[in-house]
């Protein structure tokens, strides 16, 4: 077989687009954007990285400071009480009579008088009266007073209680 080769005259020129860019920028700006994009991403997260360090040292450091003040709050509560129990020993009434003897001081004998101290009255059975018998006696006193000494008491009362 015989074919013929066929001849063109003219042939346009293909605009060649690969021969006006240039391949290099286009590289550089792919490298580029993914340098952009590893180094956004290593920012943020070395950010959190930083900020979770910071929380747990934070939390780390504020729970041993809360755990020395809870050994402290303790300590002080047991010293506290060492003080509170010296405290009563020191009020006890023994320890006072044995250091008032030491002291050359006499236990009294006989009825003790002492200024506004008001014996407790008893009844007619003899037996000592109870807070609401006083009360019910001081209500009854209270009755009998006049309305002119009552006002005149609530007055002073009032009055003394602005002065304060």
Same mark, same amino acid.
């Given at each position: 077989? @015989? ?18 860019? #240039?391949?290099?920028?286009? /590289? +550089? ?13 290593? @920012? ?6 930083? =900020?979770?360090?910071?929380? =747990?040292?934070?939390?780390? @450091?504020?729970?041993?400071?809360? +755990?020395?003040?809870? #050994? ?6 047991? /010293? #506290? ?9 020191? /009020? ?24 506004? @101290?008001?014996?407790?009255?008893? #009844? ?41």
């Amino acid at each position: 077989m @015989v074919v013929a080769e066929e001849s063109v005259e003219w042939q346009e020129v293909l605009p060649q687009t690969h021969a006006k860019r #240039n391949p290099q920028p286009a /590289r +550089r700006g792919k490298r580029y954007s993914k340098l952009k994009s590893i180094l956004a991403l290593a @920012v943020v997260v070395g950010l959190t990285g930083a =900020i979770g360090a910071e929380t =747990i040292h934070l939390t780390v @450091v504020q729970g041993a400071q809360i +755990r020395s003040l809870e #050994n402290e709050i303790s300590e002080i509560k047991t /010293r #506290n009480d060492l003080l509170q129990m010296e405290a009563d020993k020191l /009020r006890a009434v023994g320890r006072i009579e044995s250091a008032a003897l030491a002291m050359g001081m006499e236990k009294p004998t006989g009825k003790v008088y002492m200024a506004g @101290v008001v014996p407790a009255a008893k #009844n007619q059975e003899g037996a000592p009266l109870t807070q609401t018998d006083t009360q019910a006696q001081t209500q009854a006193a209270e009755d009998k007073l006049s309305a002119l000494k009552q006002f005149s008491q609530k007055f002073t009362s009032f009055f003394a209680s602005t002065q304060r």
